[in-house]
């Protein structure tokens, strides 16, 4: 029950905070991209808090407002006719691959890759680190992390650590739209 509180908030509505997906998407994305959710259904907040709770994890609020809401998960890609995938072995620029961004789903149907708790499990198993994946840049190793406390970190695989960042779930997505139109548009460019 402490959890749920810390997690859903306390008195009041006690519900979650707004999701400002949509709002966030609007700001930074056009006619050149894809949006696709990672589960057909919306998921519940019980599912979210129990993915934590076997984790030893604490998923933001708005982390969940965003999987609970509209977007169960979701991931952002450049139109592949603006953005042509890389080939096999094919070399470039670090940022000439990063061409989506996804978040999570809690959704049991959905693929492995794009759920909390499989991330969760590989991510712990493979780093030793106790902390979760909540949102993935394709094609870069480093993801964005939350550990125990709800805290947000960027993973540096090189040096197998997590470094803080100070934002919160709506910020990082922003950001994260934002780099992503900005490597869209150097692309259009030719760079």
């Known amino acids: 029950m402490k959890l749920a509180r ?15 997906t949509e709002g966030i998407l609007g700001r930074h994305l056009d006619g050149d991209f894809r949006v696709f959710p990672m589960a057909e259904t919306a998921a519940t907040a019980a599912q979210i808090e129990a993915i934590g709770r076997r984790y030893g994890v604490l998923y933001p609020a708005e982390l969940a407002a965003h999987i609970c809401r509209r977007f169960p998960g979701m991931y952002v890609e450049v139109k592949e006719e603006i953005w042509p995938r890389p080939k096999p072995f094919e070399v470039g620029p670090f940022r000439s691959f990063l061409y989506a961004v996804h978040t999570f ?11 909390l708790d499989s991330a969760a499990e590989s991510f712990q198993k493979t780093t030793g680190l106790a902390a979760a994946p909540i949102l ?3 094609g870069n190793a480093d993801c964005c992390c939350v550990n125990g406390e709800g805290h947000l970190f960027q993973f540096n695989h090189e040096e197998n650590s997590l470094q803080p960042v100070a934002l919160n779930f709506w910020q990082l997505l922003e950001q994260e739209m934002a780099e ?11 760079g």
């Open 6 to 20: 810390k997690l859903f908030g306390s008195g009041g509505s006690g519900g979650l905070p707004e999701d400002q």
């Open 105 to 115: 789903t809690s959704a049991p149907e959905s693929e492995d890759w794009m759920r």
């Open 136 to 138: 993935k840049v394709v």
């Open 180 to 190: 992503l139109n900005d490597r869209k548009e150097r692309k259009k460019r030719g």
